[in-house]
């Protein structure tokens, strides 16, 4: 394998296992300071042992780059691969069902890598289509995207379009819900794109009563298709108790309106929880089955999310992402309309 070759591979595995930030940089930065000295270089430097004493190479980065140049098959990468593997579980077979993810991000908001890394791992990963859901303009701390950068990426997304067919990257945002439920995007944007999750990341202990008002008036909207990590809980680190809302009304307005409730397989959030999930497969509600992926490696963890839904009884024809990306978009048009 090549050194930045076998680099890339790293941070994916890292970003698989949830590593923390600064070290999926470290990886990043050796990367970079590969690229700077130049293939012979590495080769010459790996070979003589001396390869950590380039700056921005340490111990780790340097193990991975002397394997890959050495061709050691069960060093590092090896040990990485093996430990960030995502068992599939009881929700294998649901998982192959599956044809795509509607809520990644890339470096057009807060996510780690290219749009087109992020579609080709999509692709890698089995599927036919990707959404590209970067975060709307009120979450500054994201990096959102004003209408102006989104119409930018809608051109680029066209470009890749046209290079990857038969595969789809389909256009989308993870609009911001306000307070008051009306959502941080203009009706005209909204309308142009193919699928739209909207998510709450603001005020999170608002009294229950707004913020059902809140989450049901969001659902409502006609352009409103997937609602994103519904009670904003964190089950790691700190941890973030979840919202408080009457979730019967919620998923009454999901079922009403034809808004699919998102199973968010991001392991820190794991959202909605099962008891939830359960209520939601009462209500009949539709179920998207989505990593919000910040990195190409996170898109695997929708394996999380397929044992959760067989575990919770999730009917799979109700789950949007069992369906072509044909269906898919006739279903959001017709809600739309
Ligand atoms: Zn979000
Ligand atoms: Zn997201």
Redesign the pocket.
């Known amino acids: 394998m090549e050194p930045a070759a076998a680099l890339t591979r790293a941070i994916y595995l890292l970003d698989r296992e949830l590593a923390p930030s600064n070290k999926v940089r470290a990886f990043k930065r050796a990367l970079d300071a590969i690229d700077e000295i130049g293939i012979d270089e590495t080769l010459k430097r790996a070979k003589a042992g001396t390869i950590t004493e380039v700056e921005g190479i340490g111990k780790s980065t340097g193990a991975v780059i002397t394997e890959a140049v050495l061709g050691i098959e069960d060093g590092y990468l090896a040990k990485l691969d093996e430990r960030s593997r995502i068992p599939l579980g009881l929700g294998g077979e649901l998982r192959a069902q599956l044809k795509g993810d509607c ?1 990644t ?1 890339s470096t057009w908001s807060d996510g780690g890598a290219p749009l087109e890394t992020m579609a080709h791992t999509a692709r890698a990963l089995g599927h036919e289509y990707v959404v590209a ?1 970067d ?1 709307s303009a009120r979450l500054t701390i994201a990096h959102g995207l004003s209408e102006e950068r989104l119409v930018q990426q809608l051109a680029e997304l066209e470009t890749l379009n046209a290079s990857m067919a038969p595969f789809r990257v389909l256009s989308g945002m ?1 609009v911001d819900i306000f307070e008051d439920g009306s959502l941080d995007l203009a009706d005209h944007m909204l309308e142009k794109l193919d699928v739209v ?1 909207a ?1 709450v990341h603001s005020k999170l202990k608002m009294p229950a009563a707004d913020m059902t008002r809140r989450m049901a008036t969001a659902v409502a909207n006609p352009h409103v298709d997937i609602l ?2 519904m009670t904003n809980r964190k089950v790691s680190g700190t941890g973030r108790a979840p919202s408080e809302f009457n979730a019967e009304m919620v998923f009454a307005a999901c079922k009403k309106f034809d808004t699919a409730v998102e199973i968010n397989c991001r392991p820190e959030r794991q959202d909605p929880p099962e008891e939830l999930l359960e209520l939601a497969v009462e209500w009949d509600c539709y179920i998207a089955i989505d990593t ?1 992926a ?1 990195a190409p490696g996170q898109m695997e963890w929708q394996a999380y999310g397929c044992d959760k839904a067989v575990r919770c009884g999730v009917n799979p024809d109700r789950i949007i992402n069992t369906w072509t990306a044909d269906q898919l978009l006739d279903w959001t048009t017709s809600k739309a309309s």
């Open positions: 809520h991000h859901t975060h993870e999750v998510s994103g990590h919000d910040h």
